[in-house]
């Protein structure tokens, strides 16, 4: 067992109020030890254990790696003139999404994983380490399949989404048939999740419960799309069926925030989406103190909100969501691995990342898998090894050399980029 002492961290977010101050539980001039991938201490520099390898934070901060629980990255095709649109005052009503439809149904599966990587890559350097993938842009069984098996190489957190909008040459109870049945089978040994777009315009509350309770008898557990563009029943929906998340959450009822208050449902929200339609705001500040668990998520997707920088999300929460910086870093961290249901995630570190993204969530940093090991470099002229990403994050686009070879930013060459294309 080899164990990695990690010093000098200016200020430390260990997202447990028993080992620091607030919720957060924020300590300064911390030190952490990693043994064999899981976080085994946490305290002060000063206290800090002997270890076989030792790294100097210099001051920066640590704080958990960003749980993205809600992303669209399976897509091809553009929809910027969509963003024209709105800015001048068109408003969002969701019909893009047959666009993308058409573009990714078109697409190799060569270029929807090169378009993965992508967004993954660049979520990844903003501090994102643990991430949900949606299908919902191939709306057939064959397209479909093909959107989780690609979103299942990148993530274990896959969702089928076989019912974001009714196709155009489909009839609405018919294709909710075929996403029950035939959809579903194909869908579920790629999907961990079913999600459903419960909203006017796309599935209403009833064609939303069938889809719901077939995903939970294939073993799927369940999220919703809820009350985005209008009051509506998917949050009641995802209480009453006991849904990981209800998201989007940006029209809601006293009914609809007390439901969630005493529910085990989390309020994802995607403040990337009113930015990108120009639309109103969740009421965070209405969930938080009412006790609702709330997430913060990017929502990454081609039309309606093409982000996939949680930093983003965070600084618009409190903006634009009257939540203070707190909340919203512990929604984007310990919220996003509620809404998974995960208690291990967002603890996966990348060797070449800054320390700031050094990462847990859930509550306990001392029992957290930190979910690294050791790896040989790349190099052939080269014998160190380094710390790696256990699983997630694949070989294919992680970095291959050790910190000495290939550092970020790096150090050896103004050049050089450690994140292979
Ligand atoms: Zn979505």
């Given amino acids: 067992m080899v164990s990695l002492l990690v010093t000098n961290l200016g200020e430390l977010v260990t997202n447990d109020p028993t080992l620091g101050d607030g919720p957060l539980g924020l300590r300064r001039d911390a030190a952490i030890v990693i043994e064999d991938g899981r976080v085994a201490w946490i305290g002060d520099a000063a206290a800090a254990p002997a270890a076989d ?13 960003f749980v993205d629980s809600h992303a669209h990255l399976v897509f091809a095709g ?11 005052g068109e408003p969002y009503t969701g019909g893009g999404i047959r666009t993308t439809v058409a573009a990714t149904r078109a697409a190799s599966d060569d270029a929807l994983r090169a378009n993965v990587v992508r967004l993954r890559r660049e979520a990844l350097r903003q501090g994102t380490t643990t991430i949900e993938i949606k299908s919902g842009y191939g709306l057939s069984v064959a ?3 093909r959107s989780l098996r690609i979103a299942a190489e990148f993530t274990d957190e896959t969702t089928f989404l076989g019912a974001h909008v009714v196709p155009a040459d489909r009839e609405p109870d018919d294709y909710v048939k075929d996403v029950c049945g035939e959809m579903l089978a194909a869908c579920s040994p790629y999907a961990k999740w079913v999600d459903v777009f419960c909203e006017r315009g796309a599935f209403d509350g009833e064609q939303s419960r069938a889809v719901l309770i077939a995903g939970r008898k294939a073993g799927l557990g369940l999220r919703v799309h809820a009350n985005q563009l209008g009051p509506g029943p998917g949050v009641q929906l995802a209480v009453e069926l006991g849904a990981a998340s209800a998201d989007h959450c940006t029209h809601l009822t006293d009914q609809d925030v007390a439901a969630l208050s005493g529910s085990g449902t989390v309020a994802a929200l995607l403040p990337g989406a009113e930015f ?14 009412a006790g609702v668990t709330v997430a913060l998520a990017t929502d990454c997707n081609p039309g309606s909100s093409y982000t996939s920088s949680m930093p983003f ?11 203070t910086p707190a909340e919203a870093v512990h929604a ?17 570190r990348s060797p070449t990342a800054p320390w700031s993204q050094w990462a847990k969530a859930g ?19 080269c014998d160190r090894s380094s710390w790696r990403p256990r699983r997630g994050w694949r070989s294919s686009t992680a970095p291959t050399a050790c910190s000495a070879c290939c550092c970020w930013p790096c150090t050896t060459s103004p050049t050089c980029s450690p994140w292979p294309t």
């Fill in 53 to 65: 390898e030792r790294r100097d934070a210099e001051g920066r901060a640590g704080l958990p790696g």
């Fill in 78 to 88: 553009d929809r910027a003139a969509e963003f024209a649109a709105r800015m001048a």
């Fill in 143 to 145: 397209d479909e399949a």
């Fill in 276 to 289: 990108s339609t120009r639309s109103p705001y969740p009421d965070a500040r209405r969930l938080l103190d």
């Fill in 313 to 323: 999300c965070i600084a618009l929460a409190v903006r634009e969501m009257r939540i």
């Fill in 332 to 348: 984007a961290t310990a919220g996003g691995a509620r809404a998974l249901r995960r208690d291990d995630v967002g603890r996966r």
């Fill in 363 to 381: 509550r306990s940093a001392r029992t957290a898998p930190a979910s690294v090991r050791r790896r040989r470099c790349s190099r052939p002229d």
